[in-house]
């Protein structure tokens, strides 16, 4: 992962948490605003699973492993000032970042073959939520919203014989889902839990209102 993306991550993170604000006490200190955010995402990356799968026999074996890492993801909110029914309609983006490995090995009699294919995923989603006022409740707020996704990605192959090709591809996604809620703990400071499709089924994370 690029270390710009690593170092803006964890600066978010940490600045999100250190941040010294009051404690929400009553719903008149809310106050909307722009949100900055970070979160971790689990779930599949697309069509690959965590799958081990392992077959032996007198004369032969085949194993092959899938395995994936947890999505890491940036957002930025900007949520309307105007009221729209009973919440507010809040417009932003998300930036995500996951990989995928896929493992295969062979052997029959004295053949060993061996391959590895690795996906690195690059997911900019436009988003549309609408935030959903509890009355005489100003810490939890819940969410639910659509997005649009441009995905791109790299995949690099290799194997025992030497054997290396590497591709790349960008491709829209027009409908995704987002619904989640928010429980804000200082001024300025809340966490929040969502799931959505298609890039993380299941994210969390810390929100900074700037």
Partial sequence: ?????????????????IVCSKPVNSQNEYK??????????YGNAWMITGLDYSYYSSNSSYEETRRTSPSLSLYYEYILKK???????GVG????????VWEYQYLISSTNYYSKTRWNFYDLALRGLYHFI????????PYAGFSHSFVLWTQNSEDLNGYYSNSRSIFPIFIGYVG????????????????GWPFSFISCGVNLQI
């Fill in 180 to 195: 989640g809620a928010r429980y804000r703990f200082t001024k300025f400071t809340s966490v929040f839990a969502e799931i």
């Fill in 93 to 100: 983006a998300k930036f995500s970042y996951q990989t995928a």
């Fill in 32 to 41: 909307l605003s722009q949100l900055l955010s970070g979160g971790i995402g």
């Fill in 1 to 17: 992962m690029n270390s710009t993306f690593k170092n803006l991550f964890s600066f978010i993170l940490l600045l999100a948490i």
């Fill in 83 to 89: 009221k729209l029914g009973i919440g507010y309609l």
């Fill in 134 to 141: 509890i009355p005489n409740q100003s810490k939890i707020e």
